[in-house]
T-cell receptor, first 115, second 115 residues
Framework: AQSVTQLDSHVSVSEGTPVLLRCNYS??????LFWYVQHPNKGLQLLLK??????LVKGINGFEAEFKKSETSFHLTKPSAHMSDAAEYFC?????????????FGTGTRLTIIP | EPEVTQTPSHQVTQMGQEVILRCVPI?????FYWYRQILGQKVEFLVS????????KSEIFDDQFSVERPDGSNFTLKIRSTKLEDSAMYFC?????????????FGQGTRLTVV
């Protein structure tokens, strides 16, 4: 079984300040973890992924996330928020093994950037 | 950059009618998926498809739903007799080597409204 909990449904930060979006996961197998972003009226875009290589993962647009097995967490961070970062962010888990092609999504975190 | 495209972007249909949602996955991809997101709820897995057959499906994907790859480029989701509760955003996704090896790329979604 696999599941994801996004601890905040809505986060607001001022432009230029750090962003932290929290995610905890549960998986019966060694998980792959992803962050996807959805801008209004757009599809789901992959920000970054963890697939059992380096625990600190860098993604697009200055985002990064750290896989912490002891805390079962995969929090998304960015040092300095930009207005264009305003969007919905989804933490996603899969348990990669033959025959399992299912992604499990968190409930999403809406990020608002205050000018 | 290659992308997954979905048509139409918005479809309105009467309850009880059949609807077909269309997707063109990325051309060299072999794994195909449908997800849906009911307004205000999380993105849910519906079905995965590989080698011309369903590889996994969720409990949501009942006999009212079917998928097909009618030619070398399209991947369709059919809902035989739509219900009000089928109203949702439907996302198509594809992957070249499956989730064991790589990520899924999502389309921009089709918003289905059943009236």
């Amino acid at each position: 079984a696999q599941s994801v909990t996004q601890l905040d449904s809505h986060v607001s930060v001022s432009e230029g300040t750090p962003v932290l979006l929290r995610c905890n996961y549960s998986s019966s197998y060694s998980p792959s973890l992803f962050w996807y972003v959805q801008h209004p009226n757009k599809g789901l875009q992959l920000l970054l992924k963890y697939t059992s290589a380096a625990t600190l993962v860098k993604g697009i647009n200055g985002f990064e996330a750290e896989f912490k097995k002891s805390e079962t967490s995969f929090h998304l961070t960015k040092p300095s928020a930009h207005m264009s970062d305003a969007a919905e962010y989804f933490c996603v888990v899969s348990s990669p093994r033959f025959g399992n092609e299912k992604l499990t999504f968190g409930t999403g975190t809406r990020l608002t950037i205050i000018p | 950059e290659p992308e997954v495209t979905q048509t139409p972007s918005h479809q309105v249909t009467q309850m009880g009618q059949e609807v077909i949602l269309r997707c063109v996955p990325i051309s060299n991809h072999l794994y195909f998926y449908w997800y849906r997101q009911i307004l205000g709820q999380k993105v849910e897995f519906l079905v995965s498809f590989y080698n011309n057959e369903i590889s996994e499906k969720s409990e949501i994907f009942d006999d009212q739903f079917s998928v097909e790859r009618p030619d070398g480029s399209n991947f369709t989701l059919k809902i035989r007799s739509t219900k009000l509760e089928d109203s949702a955003m439907y996302f198509c996704a594809s992957s070249d080597r499956g989730l064991m090896n790589t990520e899924a790329f999502f389309g921009q979604g089709t918003r289905l409204t059943v009236v």
